[in-house]
């Protein structure tokens, strides 16, 4: 069975420091790959989603930027935090619309 | 384009009462439409879907969903509220097998004792 895997659960980390999330998916080949942000009261906002190696499309302007080094990895990085980065940050995969996504658990990011 | 409308941010009913959440969607062709919950700091997880098939959707938990192509809409309902429903509920949209989906604001439900 497919797993999402994503790390870590929580991050306290400075304004200007450098930021790492990592996804990673199990049990399945080219999944379509997703990094997403939930800010207080704003609902769901797509950041980058990526559907093959190599292969990044940015959603939004922002301090944020996104890899896929290997077909089963994501990551979210960032040089310099800003406050603005603050929030709950999900991961998700999938095998194309009909089959809907699949969410990891999320890293709540704080930036102090 | 697509769209998702979930109109208010919050619902509450009682313990036992009738939940009714609303999703109406905008979709130049047949759409797939999914209901998820998320719980507090945790991530997004399937209710149910539409995929075209039957329009009365079951999902887990005793939640079901109706898609009304006239009304454009596909409601999520649960004939009896449980302490354990309270939770964020998105509506989503998509109108291609490759395709984003695009979700709604979504709504938190309060469940009262």
């Known amino acids: 069975s497919q797993t999402i895997h994503q790390w870590p659960a929580t991050l306290v980390q400075p304004v200007g420091s450098p930021l790492s999330l990592e996804c990673t998916v199990e049990?399945?080949?080219?999944?379509?790959l997703y990094w997403y942000r939930q800010a207080a009261g704003r609902g769901l906002q797509l950041l980058f989603y990526s559907v093959g190696i190599g292969q990044i499309s940015s959603e939004v302007p922002q301090n944020l930027s996104a890899s896929r080094p290997q077909d089963r990895q994501f990551i979210l990085s960032s040089k310099k935090l800003l406050l603005s980065d603050s929030g709950f940050y999900l991961c998700?995969?999938?095998?194309?619309?009909?089959?809907?996504?699949?969410f990891g658990s999320g890293t709540r990011l704080t930036v102090v | 384009a697509q769209s998702v409308t979930q109109l208010g941010s919050h619902v509450s009913v009682s313990e036992g009462a009738l939940v009714l959440l609303r999703c109406n969607y905008s979709?130049?062709?047949?759409?797939?439409l999914f209901w998820y919950v998320q719980y507090p700091n945790q991530g997004l997880q399937l209710l149910l879907k539409?995929?075209?098939?039957?329009?009365l959707v079951k999902g887990i938990n005793g939640f079901e969903a109706e898609f009304k192509k006239s009304e454009t809409s596909f409601h999520l309902t649960k004939p009896s509220a449980h302490m354990s429903d309270a939770a964020e509920y998105f509506c989503?949209?998509?109108?291609?097998?490759?395709?984003?989906?695009?979700f709604g604001k979504g709504i938190t439900l309060s469940v009262r004792p």
């Open positions: 998700a995969w999938s095998a194309g619309g009909l089959y809907g996504y699949t």
């Open positions: 049990g399945t080949s080219n999944p379509n």
């Open positions: 989503a949209v998509t109108n291609g097998a490759n395709s984003k989906l695009t």
């Open positions: 539409y995929t075209s098939a039957a329009t």
């Open positions: 979709s130049s062709v047949p759409p797939y």
